[in-house]
């Protein structure tokens, strides 16, 4: 057996930990292993395949991003061409995909990514290659698996960031309002915010008032707390209004979300007066080692991976449904978000906890 590894979408910390996983599993059943370098990029021109062995995976289950490189652009299935007039148009290359797999030898692919990269192999699939799936993300938005390696790390670094930030909102009398990652989803900002106790969060689930943010915040005021910190999900949306999009995903690139925390910085301004400072934490929440909750599960995914390949099981993505891993067919997943449901335990924590939801 000769199995492909594929990392496509955003770096998520615990990549390198599947990698390890499924290299270490695969040649203990005696199978061969290649990366593709930039998720199917390295594929097309046969140029970017690595042989991957024990020697290839030592000592990477602690580091984050991926020896294979990532690449959130060049979807196959939306591949952008330039037109002779100069227009961009979206190409499908799904079958000079599968002609490059027949033309490796390649006898199956594991395909780690998020929503993006589990479509595209689930089109793989049904085009005839043999596809297993792994879910990434520090989103946490993958529908079928109670979360995905990327996010525990993910919401760490957030939640020690908005710890620090506490402490100079104090002592400056501030409000500090940061942006978090997460698209249209609001797990990183519900988690860390309530971890790290909020005043505010604003997720994309529950379109927030800005009213209401300052009414949080005057209140404060009043029983002599001078400061707040306020959590927006980057996805989060006015009521009535829609996410601020840096750019739209065309040609075969995703949406670029940002902007809605000065957004919100510039409401609480206007109606309190109060000094408001910004920050966007960004990539940050991307990068470093992987917890050691996404670390074991990243491994525990790699070498599930590879069971489902022996016991002849494709076109599935491995999900967590604790205690357990399981296999989800991956037309389950294609195309679906999973959001933070409105009727959460996590949400009720948080508005049992005083924090103000903005609605
Ligand atoms: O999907 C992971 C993610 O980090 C999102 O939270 C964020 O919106 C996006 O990727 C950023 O993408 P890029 O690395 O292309 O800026």
Redesign the pocket.
């Known amino acids: 057996m000769k199995i492909a590894i594929s990392t496509g979408?955003?770096d998520?910390p615990g990549l390198n930990a599947v990698i390890r996983a499924a290299v270490l599993s695969a040649a203990d059943h005696g199978w061969q292993t290649v990366g593709i370098r930039h998720g199917f990029q390295g594929l097309f021109d046969g140029k970017g395949l690595v042989p991957l062995g024990p020697n290839e995976v030592r000592g990477i289950t602690h580091l984050g991003g991926t020896i294979l490189g990532a690449a959130?652009k060049g979807n196959p299935l939306r591949w952008p061409k330039l037109q002779p007039d100069g227009r961009v148009v979206e190409v499908d290359r799904c079958y000079e995909l599968i002609a490059a797999f027949q033309r490796e030898r390649i006898d199956a692919l594991i395909s780690i990514g998020?929503e993006g990269s589990l479509t595209i192999a689930g089109e793989l699939w049904r085009n005839g290659l043999p596809v297993v799936g792994v879910p990434k993300?520090?989103?946490n938005d993958v529908v079928g698996t109670e979360t995905t390696f990327g996010f525990d790390t993910a919401v760490s670094t957030a939640t020690e960031a908005l710890d620090k930030l506490h402490t100079t909102a104090e002592s400056h009398d501030r409000v500090m309002v940061v942006e978090l990652?997460?698209?249209y989803a609001g797990w990183?900002a519900l988690h860390s915010g309530i971890s790290a106790t909020a005043d505010v969060i604003l997720i994309p689930e529950i379109p927030f008032d800005i009213e209401r943010v300052c009414e949080k915040i005057r209140e404060r005021e009043h029983r002599g707390r001078h400061f707040s910190i306020v959590v927006v999900a980057?996805g989060a949306v006015p009521r009535g209004g829609s996410a601020i999009l840096r750019a739209t995903g065309a040609a075969g690139e995703?949406d670029?979300?940002?902007g809605i925390g000065e957004l919100v910085a510039r409401g609480i301004i206007e109606r309190t007066g109060k000094e408001t400072r910004t920050l966007v934490l960004g990539?940050l929440?991307?990068g470093g080692s992987p917890t050691t909750f996404d670390r074991l599960l990243a491994l525990r995914f790699g070498s599930a991976a590879v069971r489902s390949i022996a016991d002849g099981e494709y076109g599935v993505m491995i999900a967590y449904n604790p205690p357990n891993l399981t296999r989800l067919p991956l037309d389950q997943v294609a195309g679906k978000t999973k959001l933070v449901p409105l009727d959460s335990g996590v949400i009720l924590t948080g508005r049992h906890l005083g924090i103000s939801f903005g609605d």
């Open positions: 979408g955003g998520a959130n998020g993300t520090i989103d990652m997460g698209r990183i980057e995703m670029r979300l940002g990539h929440q991307r």
